[in-house]
């Protein structure tokens, strides 16, 4: 158990849909990462929280948004849905959000769009 | 960030030791060097990371060569639970923004 807790594990929806990714982050870690892991695109990153407030951006979707709550736990909402978003969606978290080492990793929630 | 260059896969004989190289030619003077890997459809795990001097630690030893152009994460004794894809990262410590970047890796198959 790495300390980084995602729900749920597996996700299966039709396409339109929308979902909610559910991370909480190692005790004392105030920043938090979503990536997305597709077969064709290799892990990428989507967004990073620290302390409640967003702090950088990758290539995350309009139909995608995130929010980091005072309690340190994130959502990741997809909407929309379509058949390309299926992926595997790890959140990691860090304490600072500064540094590169020690990131620590949930065990992802693996998204079927049917 | 710098560019990193890793072989695709290598193979490497169980209790021997495996050498991941990583080519990272325009590394700048206060950019580091990570070693993350990620076993089959579970989260990336952290291993070493350096700046200039050789690091060891329990489960890996990271070379870095003077010029620091390149570098080497070596796993002593390769197990089965070895295999996995390494990603070598290279950026500033202290970089605000995460945005840890991973690249396609070296996919280390460890054979019985």
């Known amino acids: 158990d790495s300390g980084v807790t995602q729900t749920p594990k597996h996700l299966i929806t039709a396409t339109g849909q929308r979902v909610t990714l559910r991370c909480s982050p190692r005790?004392?870690?105030?920043?938090v990462y979503w990536y997305q892991q597709s077969l064709d695109q290799g892990l990428q990153f989507l967004i990073q929280y620290y302390n409640g407030e967003e702090r950088a951006k990758g290539n995350i979707l309009e139909r995608f948004s995130a929010q980091q709550f005072p309690d340190l736990h994130s959502e990741l909402n997809l909407s929309s849905l379509e058949l390309g978003d299926s992926a595997l969606y790890f959140c990691?978290?860090?304490?600072?959000?500064?540094?590169?080492?020690?990131?620590?990793f949930g065990s992802g929630t693996r998204l079927t769009v049917v | 960030d710098a560019k990193t260059t890793q072989p695709t896969s290598m193979d490497c004989a169980e209790g021997r030791a495996a050498n991941l190289p990583c080519n990272h030619s325009?590394?700048?003077?206060?950019?580091?060097v990570y070693w993350y890997r990620q076993i089959h459809s579970q989260g990336p795990q952290y291993i070493i990371h350096g700046l200039k001097n050789n690091e060891t630690n329990e489960m890996a030893s990271l070379i870095i060569t003077e010029d620091r152009k390149s570098s080497t994460l070596i796993l002593p004794h390769a197990t089965l639970r070895d295999t996995a894809v390494y990603y070598c990262?290279?950026?500033?410590?202290?970089?605000?923004?995460?945005?840890?970047?991973f690249g396609q890796g070296t996919e280390l198959s460890v054979k019985p």
């Open positions: 990262i290279v950026r500033v410590e202290g970089n605000q923004g995460g945005k840890l970047i």
């Open positions: 005790s004392g870690d105030l920043s």
């Open positions: 990691a978290s860090s304490v600072t959000g500064a540094e590169t080492y020690g990131y620590t």
């Open positions: 325009t590394i700048s003077g206060n950019e580091y």
